[in-house]
């Protein structure tokens, strides 16, 4: 059953800590997604790359925010310093050409910085 | 500039049928998503249209009008499960950059 893993599931954290999620996308997916779910701004494009290669990171705090992949099957999101209003649900996604370029989501990282 | 429109908020009786429109305005385009997502769970895919018309898939059909930047989401005999937020996403060209609208929420009631 291929689905994207997203790592942790949920973060607590105190404000000014280094907050690092991770996701492995569905194996053959070339390209990669990370959005940011809040009630007030629904889901927002982090960041997105195609063959390992970032291509869009404009919807990201550049100042705190960085988004690397490493290798074909991890992609990484940091948030250092982080801030109570980082608080939000972070999905990772992927897409490939053999479905089309649907989206699929990872189950989210649920984070709270207090 | 992109821009996705949706209506917030939809209320339906069990049973029934109801549509929820998209409207878009994308620099480029490569193909218009539905999704569903469920209180405090991952958006889930629904249908993908690329070309004008509509595409049936049980219950759920899903129409695009490129030329009007239009598309529209049909739940047919709605069901209590069925009450969850959809979504509406376009795919840019190029880069294949796609940005999701804010969302319909939908309430079925008995």
């Known amino acids: 059953d291929a689905r994207v893993t997203q790592t942790p599931r949920h973060k607590v954290t105190e404000m000014g800590q280094e907050v690092t999620m991770r996701c492995q996308p569905i194996?053959?997916?070339?390209?990669v997604f990370w959005y940011r779910q809040t009630m007030m701004q629904g889901l927002e494009l982090l960041a997105y790359f195609r063959n390992r290669a970032p291509l869009d990171d404009s919807g990201m705090p550049k100042d705190r925010f960085s988004a690397e992949m490493p290798d074909a099957t991890l992609a990484t999101l940091k948030i250092q310093p982080s801030e109570p209003r980082d608080s939000a649900v972070y999905f990772c996604a992927s897409a490939g050409i053999s479905d089309r370029n649907t989206i699929y989501f990872g189950e989210g990282s649920w984070l709270t910085v207090v | 500039g992109q821009n996705i429109d949706q209506p917030t908020e939809m209320t339906a009786t069990e049973g029934a049928i109801v549509q929820i429109n998209c409207t878009y305005q994308?620099?480029?385009?490569?193909?218009l998503f539905w999704y569903q997502q469920h209180a405090g769970e991952a958006p889930t895919f629904l249908s993908y249209n690329v070309l004008d018309g509509l595409e049936e898939k049980g219950r759920f059909s899903s129409f695009l009008s490129r030329s009007k930047g239009y598309s529209y989401l049909l739940l047919k005999e709605l069901q209590m499960k069925d009450s969850a937020s959809y979504l509406c996403?376009?795919?840019?060209?190029?880069?294949?950059?796609?940005?999701f609208g804010a969302g319909t929420r939908l309430f079925v009631k008995a």
């Open positions: 994308t620099s480029g385009f490569n193909g």
């Open positions: 996403a376009v795919m840019d060209t190029g880069g294949f950059k796609t940005i």
């Open positions: 194996l053959g997916h070339n390209t």
